[in-house]
């Protein structure tokens, strides 16, 4: 894509959506944490239906460690990888309280040294919790980047390294909520809906995806 063409990509998912927020429920930066720890192979949907159970007991880093990684299995089962994440959870609860007073850090590296928290995350709570402009890359970005040509890459590192480069600053901070609603509602993995994109013009993807004909009828 060419810069004339991110920029117009850009403009116009902010005209759509000039205030994008994560789909994720969270009342607190540690709450935000362990929601994006829980969501890795699982969907928002499900894991807002099990932290606002949990939330209501455990809300704090010592409130979790409190309840006993037993006691945080059983509020968490319904999601996938729930034995690891529970034990990744209360390790890195007890990070918290040791180390930093409770508190979420706020630096990537000091982020990616808690038990479960990969560069990904860190940069989903650097993003979203602190408004920093951060890029996680996650599947739904990898794929929109590679495919649309904003920012081809064979690896998230390089695609995340790129897209920092190539997206205009008055973008930055959003555009990773753009670019994850984007890829999961609209340019989708099986089959990219290019018949009601937005931005379908501004993208390099071809063939587009023509409407499916019992649809189009």
């Known amino acids: 894509m060419t810069p004339a063409a991110i920029e117009s990509f850009f403009a116009t998912l902010k005209a759509a959506n000039p205030h994008p927020q994560t789909e994720l429920a969270y009342a607190s930066v540690f709450e935000l944490l362990v929601a994006v720890l829980l969501s890795a192979q699982a969907t928002d949907v499900s894991v807002n239906k099990v932290t606002r159970r949990l939330f209501l007991v455990a809300n704090?880093?010592?409130?979790?460690?409190?309840?006993?990684?037993?006691?945080?299995?059983?509020?968490?089962?319904?999601?996938?990888?729930?034995?690891?994440?529970?034990?990744?959870?209360?390790?890195?609860?007890?990070?918290?309280?040791?180390?930093?007073?409770?508190?979420?850090?706020?630096?990537?590296?000091?982020?990616?040294?808690?038990?479960?928290?990969?560069?990904?995350?860190?940069?989903?709570?650097?993003?979203?919790?602190?408004?920093?402009?951060?890029m996680a890359v996650d599947t739904h970005l990898f794929r929109v980047a590679n495919r649309t040509g904003l920012a081809p890459g064979k690896t998230p590192y390089e695609v995340e390294m790129k897209l920092l480069k190539r997206i205009p600053a008055e973008y930055l901070v959003d555009a990773h909520h753009w670019l994850i609603l984007h890829g999961r509602y609209v340019c989708q993995a099986r089959k990219p809906l290019c018949w009601q994109c937005a931005v379908s013009a501004f993208c390099d993807f071809k063939p587009k995806t023509p409407p499916d004909k019992a649809r189009a009828r």
């Open 60 to 134: 704090t880093p010592q409130r979790m460690l409190d309840l006993g990684l037993e006691g945080l299995e059983e509020h968490i089962k319904t999601i996938g990888l729930y034995h690891a994440k529970a034990r990744h959870l209360m390790q890195t609860c007890r990070m918290l309280v040791d180390q930093y007073g409770g508190a979420v850090p706020r630096t990537l590296e000091a982020l990616q040294t808690l038990p479960g928290v990969g560069r990904k995350t860190a940069n989903v709570i650097l993003n979203v919790a602190f408004g920093e402009p951060t």
